[in-house]
């Protein structure tokens, strides 16, 4: 029984006074409410608002009465007032109590939000809805209150009293149901840095000097000895880059530059110094000049660029995301939330008032990740009726695609570009510079949310105009790019017109059905697709030179096929897909016939430890057999395997070329963070149609800054020659997080990063000392994701790589830009803390700003504290105070158990203080011999003069 039923039924009095006593943990409340009044009189007055009518019924007999509020069968308020009455059995007019407003909104975990109409928005993890606090009751003690009627009708929540607990139930119909998360988070929040320890990226670097050199020949004499050097740095905030092509390694002078560039990429501006890529089309492949580009109310695509990507003009006057407006009509009450098909994430949600009409404004439809695709952004809609989460919502679709080159309403881009032609078939190193200048201005419009608009005017041996549409509407599958080139002054011998035009239009009416249309001042070009069910597509192909149209068919699951007509050479193509497992046999087959009644046949089976992979195109066909030496039951994890390979070339005078090789292979799985393998040995004996012989390879990356590949071999499928080659990849000052390779470290063109630096720090000065280690002892990949946020979100959320650990720091890829850099301290190892948790960090194209967070030694003491009596005492302050007078103190307050916890203590002795009396024992000292966690109970003896 509830104890306010057994307190009530206690202290009752026939006399109609009424004795109540609240009991709430730590508080306990004496109320005597003895009326003055007769007994047909009514007791203290409650007023009414106007829409209530019967004021009377609803006052008399009433009194205040303690009792608990249960949601369910968990009490959520153990002690409150209502008004109300009943006789020892049942509720006496039960749908005209009283209970105060403040006491239901904190029961139902609503939230409120006042509103321009007067009315106040309340949410609850269950329900959405507005009422109108002009319909409550005022009641003199218990304030603005709601009927039990009103919770019933307003909320639609059952509500129940039971005498035996003497206590309100509500019975929400959202209870023990799984809801949809609803922790929206604004698509347009602004990360504020102000005030922020600001970390800067190094000013001038040189991040990388690489020396690649490739040496091959036959028999004892070197035919090539060739190579490339390539230096990646940081200058004034931009990054360097240099390429030279070195035609002979031994001879300096047929050494060339390559490339040189100077790029500085802000939010706002670019520029570029040097040779580049040029924007207006059949522009010089060798051009070097000057380039800005100037975006107005957009940011350019976080881009992570890859292969030997440079300079990218197209790409930088994209914009990063397209915004438009989501609406529609729904009953008034409604709830609509706008939601991430993909995350199920909540972005928004509103909720419909009398017009009938939700709206939500810039929602980000279109934005880039850090690989710098665009992609779209599709949403759902969940329109709950009433406002009931606990319902089944009504789904509407809310898709938009992505177009390169479109602009949201009002922003803008301008490129000015100036440079000359410069040519590396001089003899000097630099080559030699055109007289002639080109150049151009280009500028791009969004003139709104469907349309973007671009104009420019180019000069490149003749004056060129060009002109852009890119259009989008924002109710239609609609997607139509065109561009324009009119040139002054057309060769006489080029029979092509002086406008230069492409346009390309993609239509898709709805999902399966795809349309697009391709036309220049060359060619045209035809695709659809569509899908007649889940199992079989139709798609029709058409250019100059070809039409077919082809249907596939998947049968069953792993047997799919496809038949197709091709129109110009009237013949049938076609192929078959098949794949399955049998217990430990998987195997995967396609065969295809092309139009030129050509098989070719690709095949994949792994039975257990042995693989097989066969290849046929056209005349040549290639067979792998492959035996793995596992060291358990994946795949990947080998050492040695036993290879035979077979191959044949089918000459046009019926002959053929063949070659078989027996071989074995070493390569053990890398053990550090670049995946390079200290060594590969690859060895084998082939006999084919030109003789027999040997066959070796060895790569070796155990040479610190170098990665080595040497092969030999007397034997090949066309000749019976000796051959071989030596590559040699070297690299000076090479950024941890880079491997090797050209295509690998030459991404540092275009974006930074940040290398964080874990340290045990010792001494405690929060800087890294000669002999102080760096720690990433439990930092596994997965923990580094969640362990380091960027702008509020982990690691792995944020980038589209994983952090990279390395024995030297964790790295993670970024574009240049300043970001929030923030350490979750529930991620730190147990046992340690830090004091670097915040701070505003620079990234900077082409190096890795460092950041040093120093890890202590982190202890908790926790225990109970006692009274005289062995009785554990709540609501007391315990405080950890350094007695070397440096660092801050550590608090707790006991709970109702007496229990204290105080965490994150460092090394030194603390004095125990409880109330701010010293506690027993009076202190305590942590050293590297201390447990992590250590119990002690403390007593407190209360001072004599206290009261």
Known sequence: MNI???????????????????????????????????????????VISESEP????????????????????????????????????????????????????????????????????????????????????????LGMALSVEQIRELLGVPVEFDIEEYAIILNPDWLGKNLPQTNIRSNQRQLNLEGLPRISAPPITLSIIGQEANISGSGNQIDDYTGELVGI???????????????????????????????????????????????????????????????????????????????????????????????????????????????????????????????????????????????????????????????????????????????????????????????QNSETFFGTMEDEMQGGVLYRWGA?????????????????????VFFQPGNLPLKITATAMLNSDER?????????????????????????????????????????SPDVRLSLNSNNNAQDARIRWRLFPGLTTNVGWDVGEKVLVGGLDVSSSFGNLLFRNNIDIDEDQNVNWNLFSRYQNLTLRHRMRKQRWDTDLEYFFLKSKSLYDYNH???????????????????????????PRSQVGDRFADWIFDIGYGIGTEGSGLQASITTAKIPGLYVTAKYQNISMSNNSSRFSLQISSSAFLSSSVSFGKSRFERLRTEGGLVLIPFLDKNGNDRKDRGEKIYTKGLEDETAEFLFLINDQDVRRFSSYSPDLRKNGIFVRLPPDTYRFELDPIGIPLGLKSNQLVSAVEVKAGSYTPIYIPLTTAYALLGVVLDDAGNPVGGLRVEAIPRSGEGAKILSITNGAGIYYLESLGPGEYDLLIDGVPAQPQSIRFDETSEVFTEIDLLYREPADRD
């Open 4 to 46: 306010f039923n057994q307190v009530s039924q206690f202290f009752r009095l026939n006399s109609g006074a009424y004795l109540s006593l609240v009991i709430v943990p730590q508080i306990i409340s004496i109320a005597i409410n003895i009326p003055i009044l007769q007994a047909q009189e009514l007791p203290p007055s409650t």
């Open 54 to 141: 019967d004021t009377e019924t609803i006052s008399q007999n009433f009194d205040l009465m303690p009792l608990a509020i249960y949601v369910g069968d968990r009490t959520v308020n153990p002690g409150t007032f209502v008004r109300g009455a009943e006789d020892g059995e049942k509720a006496i007019d039960f749908d005209k109590w009283l209970i105060a407003y403040d006491d239901v909104i904190k029961a139902l975990k609503f939230n409120t939000t006042p509103l321009d109409n007067g009315k106040v928005e309340l949410r609850s993890p269950g329900l959405a809805l507005q009422i109108d606090l002009n319909e409550l009751a005022i009641d003199d003690q």
């Open 233 to 423: 740095g940081t200058l004034f905030g931009g990054s360097w880059y240099l390429n030279i092509d070195q035609e002979d390694l031994t001879d300096r002078q047929t050494w060339k530059l390559n490339e040189l560039q100077y790029m500085r990429q802000t939010p706002t501006t670019d520029y570029i110094i040097g040779d580049q890529e040029t924007l207006w089309p059949e522009g010089s492949s060798t051009y070097t000049g000057f380039t800005a580009i100037r975006r107005f109310g957009f940011a350019p695509p976080i881009t992570s660029s890859g292969g030997n990507e440079g300079f990218n003009p197209e790409q930088r006057l994209n914009s990063s995301r397209l915004q438009r407006d989501i609406r529609g009509r729904a009953e008034p009450g409604t709830l609509v939330q706008l939601v991430n098909s993909i995350s199920k994430r909540v972005l928004a949600e509103q909720l419909v008032d009398s017009s009938g009409i939700y709206r939500f404004e810039d929602v980000t439809t279109v934005s880039s990740s850090l690989r710098g695709s665009p992609s779209a952004n599709n949403y759902k809609l969940r329109l709950y009726p009433d406002g009931r989460l606990s319902a089944d919502p009504e789904i509407r679709e809310a898709e938009f695609f992505s177009l390169p080159g479109q602009l949201s309403r009002g922003t803008a881009a301008l490129l000015i570009s100036g440079g000359f032609e410069r040519s």
């Open 448 to 468: 709104t949310d469907n349309i973007t608009l671009g104009t420019g005017l180019f000069y490149d041996q003749q004056l060129k105009g060009m002109g852009e």
């Open 492 to 532: 006489a011998d080029n029979k092509r017109s002086n406008i230069r035009y492409d346009l390309n239009v993609r239509f898709k009416p709805k999902q399966g059905i795809d349309f697009e249309f391709d036309k220049d001042d060359l060619s045209e070009r035809f695709r659809a697709n569509w899908d007649l």
């Open 641 to 667: 395997s036993l290879f035979l390979n077979l191959e044949m070339d089918q000459n046009d005078n019926n002959s053929s070329d063949r070659l078989a090789t027996v071989g074995w292979r070493y390569k």
